[in-house]
Structure formats: C-alpha cells, structure tokens
C-alpha cells in the first residue's frame, strides 16, 4: 500500500508541474526568499481577519479528527458494536458532514459565512452535549448516534465557511496562508487523534466532554472574530 501511495503522489506531482500553471502574474507573487516568507507569516497571524477564522479552523480539525481517532472505541468498546455496525454508524456520520458542506454553497449567499459558522458550531457544542447526556442516562446506541450525527453535521457546516472567511482576509500572501492553515490542521490533527485515543479509552463520557471541548473552542473564537463584523456571504469574503 505505501509503494501505491508513493505512486500516486508522483503521479501528482507531474500533473501538478505539467498541467496547474502559476495563476498570479508576476507582480503578484511572493519573492522565493525565507525573510520575506516568514514576513508574510507575521502578517498573516496580526491580520485578525485571517487569525480568528483560521484558529477556529485548526481547532475544528482537531474536534474532527478527535472524533476519527476515538470512535472505534467508543462505539465498539463501550456500545459493543460488530466491525460491520461500526462501519454504518462511522458512515452516517460522514454523510451527515457531506450533505453540511454541500448546503454551504446554497446557504452561505442567504445568510451569510460568519451565521453559517455560528451555527455549525453551536449544533457540534449541542451534539457533544447532549451525547454526554445521554450516556450518563444510559439511552440507547441510536440516540448516541443520532448527537453525534449531530456533531459531524456541524463540522460540515463550519469548516467550509471558516476557510473561506480565512482565505479571503490575506491581500497577498495566500499560498503561504493555505500552508500555513494546512500544516496546523493536520499537526492539530494528528496529535488530537491520539488524546483522544487515549481519552476514549476510558469510555464514552470522557470522548464527548473532549469533543464538546473542541466544540466550544470553535464556537468561542469563530465568535470573537465575528464581533463588529457584518456577515456577507461568502463569494464576497
């Protein structure tokens, strides 16, 4: 599998140098020198525009892929979901994350980024909450399931709208603004995964109050960064 994977990034490099031409005319561009790169990052991180969203963002990451990372244990080890369950229940929350950002498109020219954020946000606060409810009260798998659905809704619905609120701020320097959130969305990420491996092995309760942590992480800062800020919608940001 790692021979496959090697060949399909060289297939992507070559594609990437033969068919994907630089976009921005010459003026445009960023100088190829390490003091004027990290003097576009400085930039980037005092422009609040592009700091509030983007640290949303990353924390938004790390609520996804706590849940990536915890809910074979939970689902399995505390639930005692078959392979075969657990492949049903991980999918619904991902087609629950692919209808969210679908509607992104059509609901962002109505109300607006900043109120799509607000609200994905809230709904995996909510989710996160109320499966911790739920699993002190014992209730059933399917009610479990149906907040945490809930949660993975709200990743859908926000991350298309933090990222393109954090792409639209930076007047120059958008490759290394696209570097610079990937990076930390996935160093993010991939130490999240592995507390909340850690964490949910101690059970359900701990795994949600971890996800309502990230939850309310996003909702607290995609809010700081809305406050004076009118929403517009998103094909204007």
Known sequence: VFWLLTGL?????????ALLPETLPPGGRSPLRLGATFATYRDLVRNPGFAYPAVALIAMFGLLFSYIGGSSYVYQGAFGLTPSAFG?????????????????????????SV????????IALAGSLGAAVLVVANAPFAGFLAAI???AFGIGLTEPALMGRAMAAPKRGTGQAAALLGSAQFLLGAAATAIAGIVAAQGALPWTLLLALFAAVVLALTWAGARGAR???ANGE
């Open 115 to 122: 109120r799509l954020a607000l609200a994905g946000g809230t």
């Open 88 to 112: 049903l229940a991980f999918g619904a929350c991902g087609v629950a994350m692919m209808f969210a950002t679908l509607a992104v498109h059509r609901l962002a020219a109505r109300f607006g």
């Open 9 to 17: 990034g060289a297939v992507l490099i070559v594609g990437v140098l």
């Open 231 to 233: 929403a517009t919608p």
């Open 149 to 151: 659905v809930a949660v």
